[in-house]
């Protein structure tokens, strides 16, 4: 199957560099600066193990896109949504399936109201990457992985699309509860993210002061309890990994939005924390600390806008 990569960011990038070098057949869907520095540089990628990788995948733009694609790998973040969604009405035929890896849930439904519920598979994806100022990405950990999942089990094509996923420099898996997947992974990146940008420490650092443990708690609590709302409660493994990663004080747990809110980029605090609250709203569900971290990406957010 041919597949197009949306995004050349630390996501996208790394799965469609490690695509490529599987010998899928890979075209990336760039904005033209981004496009015409891939054609004239490639795509660099430092793996975890220090290996250097330089491609020359395709390359096209949105005013570019002359065909339809099998698979669309779609890598952004969720500030980036709405101004490449209309970009891919033409990359999307009648069999064409969108792969999404975007945290939390709204642009499943956003995707759906455009493209159609069947043209979609359910998508998680754990990977910590960064993209250093010269394009080059970097693995940080060896864990990657990326999952996969029918919306509706009733459909017959997961096989297909997951053989030409696999074996491309991550761990692929096909899940029968992917719905469930994606809200235990928003579950856990909205809660460290919260945690992470409200202490402005990685989870050990935040848990080791005063009151740093019962926030952690009262976070964990407050997500529970939104997304148990929602009909999708966290699993027991999934509250295990939660409190492993955010309540030991060995843990130097980040997320990527607190490396970006670090690092001085846009944060994705709308759709992974803001959503949740707004989640949460809807079933009748406080959630002061999650609203008090929210306070904070905003305040830095419109800092950040009027420079």
Not at 42 to 68: F, K, M, S, Y
Request: net charge negative.
């Amino acid at each position: 199957m041919n597949i197009l990569v949306v995004g050349t960011g630390a996501v996208g990038g790394f799965l469609g560099t490690q695509l490529h070098l599987a010998g899928r057949e890979v075209t990336f869907l760039a904005r033209p600066d981004s496009a015409a520095t891939l054609r004239d540089n490639g795509l660099r990628l430092i793996d975890h193990a220090g290996t250097e990788h330089v491609v020359a995948p395709a390359v096209t733009t949105a005013r570019g896109i002359d065909r339809q694609w099998d698979i669309i790998v779609l890598a952004v973040k969720g500030q980036a949504l709405q101004s490449v969604i209309a970009d891919l009405a033409p990359a999307v035929g009648p069999a064409t399936v969108i792969v999404p890896t975007l945290n939390g849930m709204t642009h499943m439904r956003t995707l759906a109201e455009w493209f159609g519920a069947d043209h979609l598979l359910g998508g998680v994806c754990f990977l910590a990457t960064e993209q250093r100022m010269d394009r080059t990405i970097v693995q940080l950990t060896p864990a990657a992985s990326l999952t996969v999942g029918e919306l509706d089990q009733r459909v017959d094509r997961i096989d297909s699309i997951a053989n030409s996923l696999d074996h491309a420099g991550y761990t692929l898996s096909v899940s029968e509860t992917i719905s469930h997947d994606m809200w235990e992974k928003w579950f856990l990146l909205a809660t460290a993210g919260a945690l992470n940008c409200l202490l402005d420490a990685d989870a050990g650092s935040a848990v080791a002061v005063p009151a740093g443990f019962a926030t952690a708690r009262g976070l964990i609590d407050e997500a529970k309890r939104v997304c148990a709302a929602a009909g999708f409660e966290p699993r027991s493994a999934a509250l295990a990994r939660a409190f492993d990663l955010l309540t030991t004080r060995e843990s130097r747990f980040t997320t990527s939005m607190y490396r970006d809110f670090r690092a001085g980029r846009a944060v994705e605090h709308e759709t992974i924390v803001g959503d949740l609250i707004d989640e949460g709203h809807r079933h009748g569900i406080d959630v002061p600390l999650f609203e008090a971290a929210y306070a904070r990406l905003c305040t830095y957010s419109h800092a950040l806008a009027g420079k």
